[in-house]
Structures are given as C-alpha cells and as structure tokens.
C-alpha cells in the first residue's frame, strides 16, 4: 500500500541497462549494427512527463481543497496507475537509453559514434526526467489522513494513496 519505491525504480533501471548492453553486445557480435537513436523519441518521452504531471496536479488541487470538481474514483485511480506506470517505464527506459550511450563511448572520437552518445545521454535524462514526474505523480496522488483516520489494525496505512 506504499505505491512504487524509488529503491524499486533503482533496479529496474539497473537490470534494464544490464539487459541492454547485453543485448546490444550481442547484436553487434553477430554483425548487426545497433538502434539509431534520434531527436524524435524525445517527444513522446516529453509529451507523457508532461500528461503525468498535469493529470497528477489536478488530483492534488482537489486532495488540497483548491479544486472545484470532484475527480471519479475511477479516474483518480487511473491518475495513479499511470504516475506508477510512467515510474517504473522511465526507469527502465533509462536504463535501456543509458546502455545505449554506454555502447557508444568507446568510439566517442568518431562524429556519428558522438552524436549516438549525445542523443543516448539526452534521452536518458529525458527518461529520469519521466521517473521523477512518476514517482512526484503517486506522491501527489497520497490521500493525507484525517482526524477520522484511525489504526483499527486493517492492514491499511492512513494516508493511502488515491483510490487505490
């Protein structure tokens, strides 16, 4: 009931690059060239931080008594959803962006091995950047607890998350 940890984002993106770079090391042993990696993944990367964070502040609005409109259960359950999903998916994305640059430093002084390097190195920050909206989205999505809230030993933690 504590929602996605960092801790668990952490291993995620590690086992995601290990994962990768070998992957990308065995294409390369067997005579494949590895993915070109261009401005143009930026944007959904970009696009889907921004729909997390706008989705999540909305739900936060109201939790805090700024908003107006009541959001669904069902929504605010979705919020949820995909603030954990974009955590654990920019995670792993970092991971495989990381590997991605890492295969490419060793030939660094080669202008296209570079610019490989630069847009792996930029489309993981953009990953991590993705991550942190994720893990800021469940963190704004946790109802507080109130002075109705009591431990009757249920098993739930006051202050759960959003419908959840």
Same mark, same amino acid.
């Given at each position: 009931?504590?929602?996605? +940890?960092? /801790?668990?984002?952490? =291993?995620? *993106?590690?086992? @995601? ?5 070998? &992957? !990308? ?49 069902? +929504?605010? /359950?979705?919020?949820? =959803?995909? *603030?954990?999903? @974009? ?5 792993? &994305? !970092? ?70």
């Amino acid at each position: 009931m504590d929602g996605v +940890r960092v /801790r668990t984002g952490v =291993v995620v *993106a590690v086992l @995601a690059g290990m994962a990768s770079w070998l &992957l !990308l090391q065995v294409v390369r042993s067997l005579g494949g060239a590895y993915p070109v990696i261009s401005w143009l993944g930026l944007v959904p990367l970009v696009a889907v931080t921004l729909l997390v964070l706008v989705m999540c502040r909305q739900i936060r609005r109201y939790l805090q008594g700024r908003g107006t409109l009541r959001p669904s259960p069902q +929504r605010g /359950r979705g919020t949820l =959803v995909g *603030a954990q999903a @974009a955590a654990l998916g920019g995670a792993a &994305l !970092l991971g495989w962006y990381a590997a991605n640059a890492l295969v490419h430093l060793p030939n660094a002084d080669v202008p296209s091995e570079r610019v490989q390097l630069v847009w792996g190195v930029v489309h993981a920050v953009a990953a991590l950047a993705l991550a942190a909206a994720g893990f800021v989205g469940q963190a704004w999505c946790r109802i507080p607890p109130t002075e109705h809230d009591d431990d009757d030993d249920d098993g739930v933690a006051d202050g759960d998350l959003a419908y959840g």
